[in-house]
């Protein structure tokens, strides 16, 4: 027979094992960093290879912003269970926040080798690619999402992110509609779309698809490029108010401050304002409502 202590630590209470663990879990939802580490101490006190204890705490400390420690936590529970996705999901977001990229992407193949069908990794590992502007790999990535998932949104905008990073705006462009087809609110491939028309120089359009994303979220990159849309029509008072409201969500953005005090000297020499922006140049001439357009005269000027 063991003794006493012996017992305590090798043959625990599941009882008490899992009211720590769920006493560690409402606390952590409360917010309560240190209620929840001192249920998961008694936890792995009762069961130090615990791997959900570990991906817990590494969960808890990651959300305190103690990355090291949250980086340790999960470290302990691979090595109590290697095949844990959660384990290895937690381990690459905590080196996302330490700027580890590069292990960041090493640990997202280190699940594939076991879980290939990984949405969740493949989209991740493509995010991180395309931070480090490996553009061609983050595209094999969102391709493979998309042959397990063609009806995921996010992927094709991804990969359209990625194509548009490459110079290859007409299959970026494509992957961009797709996404909005699939969903038709997907507010990132509305900014893309704003993105790439602005660097076409389709400054109306520009407007339009930054105006529709506007009114499901504010970005400070959206009103900044919008802004510059406003001045390649010479609307130099509209881009003024939208630099404003880029420099108001984030002051930090030197581009917004330099194109603003562009559009301030402008506005002394020219302002115009050409009204609603449907078409500039979507539609042909002879469409319906095409010869009634008040902003047709100027089409021309800013349509490429």
Same mark, same amino acid.
């Given at each position: 027979m063991l003794a006493p202590d012996t017992a305590r630590r090798f043959?625990?209470?599941?009882?008490?094992?899992?009211?720590?663990?769920?006493?560690? *879990? *409402?606390?952590?939802?409360?917010?309560? /960093?240190?209620?929840?580490?001192?249920? %998961?101490?008694?936890?792995?006190?009762?069961?130090?290879?615990?791997?959900?204890?570990?991906?817990?705490k590494g969960h808890v400390l990651q959300k305190a912003g103690e990355l090291e420690a949250a980086l340790?936590?999960?470290?302990? +529970?691979?090595?109590?269970?290697?095949? +844990?996705? #959660?384990?290895?999901?937690?381990?690459?977001?905590?080196?996302h926040g330490l700027g580890r990229l590069k292990e960041e992407a090493e640990a997202y193949d280190r699940l594939l080798a076991f879980d290939p069908r990984s949405l969740e990794a493949w989209i991740d590992k493509g995010a991180v690619l395309h931070e480090l502007e490996d553009y061609p790999a983050a595209i094999l990535c969102y391709e493979e999402v998309l042959a397990l998932r063609p009806e995921f949104a996010t992927a094709w905008n991804n990969k359209g992110a990625a194509l548009l990073r490459l110079g290859r705006e007409a299959e970026a462009? *494509?992957?961009? #509609?797709?996404?909005?087809?699939?969903?038709?609110?997907?507010?990132?491939?509305?900014?893309?779309? /704003?993105?790439?028309?602005?660097?076409?120089?389709?400054?109306?359009?520009?407007?339009?698809? !930054?105006?529709? !994303?506007?009114?499901?979220?504010?970005?400070?990159?959206?009103?900044?490029?919008?802004?510059?849309?406003?001045?390649?029509?010479?609307? +130099? /008072?509209?881009?003024?108010?939208?630099?404003?409201? !880029?420099?108001? %969500?984030?002051? /930090?953005?030197? #581009?917004?401050? !330099? #194109?603003?005090? *562009?559009?301030?000297?402008m506005r002394g020499k020219s302002d115009f304002y050409r009204g609603a922006y449907e078409c500039f140049g979507t539609h042909l001439a002879g469409d319906p409502g095409c010869e009634e357009c008040e902003i047709r005269p100027r089409c021309r000027e800013v349509t490429p």
């Amino acid at each position: 027979m063991l003794a006493p202590d012996t017992a305590r630590r090798f043959l625990p209470s599941v009882d008490r094992l899992e009211s720590a663990m769920h006493a560690a *879990r *409402r606390a952590f939802d409360q917010g309560d /960093t240190d209620g929840a580490l001192g249920q %998961l101490g008694v936890a792995l006190k009762l069961k130090p290879e615990y791997d959900a204890a570990w991906i817990l705490k590494g969960h808890v400390l990651q959300k305190a912003g103690e990355l090291e420690a949250a980086l340790d936590s999960f470290m302990q +529970s691979l090595k109590c269970n290697g095949d +844990s996705k #959660e384990g290895w999901m937690g381990l690459a977001s905590v080196l996302h926040g330490l700027g580890r990229l590069k292990e960041e992407a090493e640990a997202y193949d280190r699940l594939l080798a076991f879980d290939p069908r990984s949405l969740e990794a493949w989209i991740d590992k493509g995010a991180v690619l395309h931070e480090l502007e490996d553009y061609p790999a983050a595209i094999l990535c969102y391709e493979e999402v998309l042959a397990l998932r063609p009806e995921f949104a996010t992927a094709w905008n991804n990969k359209g992110a990625a194509l548009l990073r490459l110079g290859r705006e007409a299959e970026a462009a *494509r992957c961009f #509609e797709e996404a909005l087809r699939l969903d038709p609110d997907c507010v990132d491939a509305m900014a893309n779309r /704003t993105y790439l028309c602005e660097k076409q120089g389709y400054h109306g359009e520009a407007i339009l698809w !930054a105006d529709r !994303a506007l009114r499901i979220r504010e970005a400070p990159g959206l009103w900044y490029a919008k802004g510059r849309a406003h001045l390649g029509l010479l609307e +130099s /008072t509209l881009a003024i108010r939208s630099f404003d409201r !880029a420099l108001a %969500l984030d002051s /930090t953005l030197k #581009e917004a401050k !330099a #194109e603003l005090r *562009r559009a301030k000297a402008m506005r002394g020499k020219s302002d115009f304002y050409r009204g609603a922006y449907e078409c500039f140049g979507t539609h042909l001439a002879g469409d319906p409502g095409c010869e009634e357009c008040e902003i047709r005269p100027r089409c021309r000027e800013v349509t490429p």
